[in-house]
């Protein structure tokens, strides 16, 4: 039985170095790669028959610790280790926080990451050793590492555009609701968007969740 794995990494000359890493065993079976969490979300959306994915930290649209904790909540079934060129504390703990497996450093040798996805699937927590000592360490010490909220200044309407956007509801729905015009509706969306600095409704939901503006 083939181990189907996902890789999320945004730089094809690091892509390609993971697949080749990945490439030596055969029980392996990568069915996709994404560039950005957004696209991983929208990819396990379509097949979630995934056991493990290989995440990178930093991709534009959505960040790899972002799309770990959505994902962990959504397919807490899928194990998923972190590959990054980041090991500073603040990473690591917010990966671990967010629902990471494991975490290595992308310069990581071939068979270690086999041995290290293995692991992960039976349970364990891989981890690049010196990553490890300082996940040790945050763990004796958690810090602070809580991001100021921003000043996002919206009206009462728009947070119950908002909330109801976070509920699945479409223009249309949210219209009726509120009795007004699906056409309104989407003009509150935009000024949403705006203020809130995203380009769609998962953005626009998890910043308002992340600013305490709506409840997650």
Known sequence: MKIRLAVAE?????LKAILEKLSFFDEFLVKYSASNGLELIEKLDKNSNIDLILMDIEMPKMNGIDATAEISKKYPQIKIVMITVFDDDENI??????????????????????QGILD?????????????????????????????????????REIEILEQTSKGLNYNQIGENLFISPKTVRKHI?????????HSKLEAVQKAVKNRIIEG
């Open 120 to 156: 992960t699937l039976e349970g364990g927590a891989a981890m690049t050793p010196s990553v490890a000592m300082k996940a040790l360490k945050l763990l004796r010490n958690p810090p602070d590492f809580e991001e100021p909220k921003e000043d996002i200044r919206l009206t009462n």
């Open 10 to 14: 945004d730089n094809s000359f690091l």
């Open 93 to 114: 703990f917010k990966a671990i926080q967010a629902g990471a497996n494991g975490y290595f450093l992308k310069e990581v040798d071939a068979k270690i990451l086999h």
């Open 190 to 198: 935009e000024n949403i968007y705006s203020k809130l600095q995203v």
